[in-house]
């Protein structure tokens, strides 16, 4: 699997010898993973130093239960970029609305599938194109009903209510 991690370096670690190795420790705020280079590749890798922020595009290895990555490329950028990389990853992230809307969407969706009941249940499909409302929300809605035992699928893509 590749992988493209944006990062600040809060560890540098290397060797020298026969044995060449060079080591950097990402942290993201959302967690810490290594990044591991072997042999000549080292010297592309010079540069760059503890408290920089770096791109690394590379693929994940395991080796002794560690995950790591091995870079193909690790380029520095600026602080800012950091920012911008959370700004893109928050714009990705499930639509939030507020809690009342919320309540009120789910009442809606209860009282569809307690409806629908007389026909077995009601079409996942069918449902969203009914309320009008985000498919994301709606697909979130059904998985809380789902989870608090209010309603259950007897197959899926099918609602039953279960209250």
Do not use: C, H, W
Not at 54 to 70: K, P, T
């Amino acid at each position: 699997m590749r992988v493209n991690v944006v990062a600040n370096i809060i560890e540098r670690y290397e060797t020298g010898g026969e044995r060449k190795y060079l080591s950097f420790t990402l942290d993201d705020a959302s967690g810490q993973i290594k990044v591991k280079v072997f042999g000549d590749d080292i010297e592309k890798y010079k540069e760059i130093n503890q408290g920089g922020t770096v791109m690394v595009i590379g693929r994940v290895r395991i080796f002794n239960d560690e995950l790591y990555i091995l870079p193909e490329i690790i380029k520095l950028q600026d602080t800012r970029y950091l920012l911008v990389r959370k700004l893109e990853l928050e714009k990705e992230s499930p639509i939030e609305i507020p809690k009342e809307e919320t309540k009120a969407l789910k009442d809606k969706i209860i009282e569809v599938i307690k409806n629908a009941e007389a026909d077995g249940g009601i079409e996942t499909d069918k449902l969203v194109m009914e309320l009008k409302s985000p498919p994301e929300i709606i697909n979130q809605e059904i998985q809380r009903l789902l989870e608090e035992g209010l309603a259950y699928e007897p197959r899926p893509g099918k609602i039953r209510y279960l209250g």
